[in-house]
């Protein structure tokens, strides 16, 4: 009996010594056992609090007590293997989630003080005010004019046609793209490139004048030039909205990012100052994706 517990103190030990980066910084010192979330969970000034957050998709647990911040005129950037539930967790902000049968969804995520779950919470202008932009450009079968003007108009954010035209006008050149459509916006969104798909997806997600914007992974399918663009736009973005952004490169991550959370097997094991979490992660799963070990 002495022998095993030796044995397993021992396994423990080595699963919590401080590894030393090549700075002769310490970095991870907590086992990879251990689940409950390292580091500081809340934001300076708060836009969204979670707090206990799960999902269950069936029987399956997806996300399992998930509490963080998101903080406001902050990139907080949502990193981990796939199927870690970095995604899920994300759809949850802003209900998303609401449309898969089998989804249940518990804990506490707020805004402005108003649980997103509450009972009288209606879901339309939530979606407004908590906009989505998809892995994946997705405009309408419409003229790139009638693509942004289309939130604005069944949300009744205009009185005339003038007013719209500004707001048009104004949320593409927020995405970095009116010179560049401003002599076309008659013709179909679905005829520009990829990058300028995403960036006017953008726009759309914008012109509802959102508090906080949701990326899932924007870059995934664009080529390195406009990712860069993507990117780009992020960082001047954050100065009037909160975003939240999950992507698989950790790069990105490291480039638009002032926060960095890391997602494992739906558990949030580390949340930091993204500097923290690359440089001296806490957790010893951390260092482990962080290092390429696995993931």
Known sequence: MDNVATAEHTDFEENTIAHT??????????????????GDIEAENPRMICRGVNVHYGDKHAIKDVSVDLGKNEVLAMIGP???????????????????????????ISIDEQDIYDKSMDVVPLRAQVGMVFQKPN???????????????????????EELDHLVEGSLRKAGLWAEVS??????????SGGQQQRLCIARTIAVSPEVILMDEPC???DPIATAKVEELIDELRENYTIAIVTHSMQQAARVSQRTAYFHLGDLIEVGSTEQIFNMPR?????????????
């Open 139 to 161: 405009p309408f079968p419409k003229s790139i004019y009638d693509n942004i003007a289309y939130g604005p108009r069944i949300h009744g954010l205009v009185e005339d046609k």
């Open 82 to 108: 796939s199927g870690c539930g970095k995604s899920t967790f994300l759809r949850c902000l802003n209900r998303m989630n609401d449309t898969i049968d089998d989804c249940h969804v518990t804990g506490s």
């Open 183 to 192: 002599d076309r916006l008659a013709q179909p969104g679905t005829g520009l």
């Open 283 to 295: 957790h010893q799963l951390t260092e482990d994706y962080i290092t390429g070990r696995f993931g």
């Open 21 to 38: 980066s090549d700075m002769g910084h310490s970095t991870a010192t907590v086992s990879r056992d251990v689940r409950k979330t390292v």
């Open 220 to 222: 995934s399918a664009l």
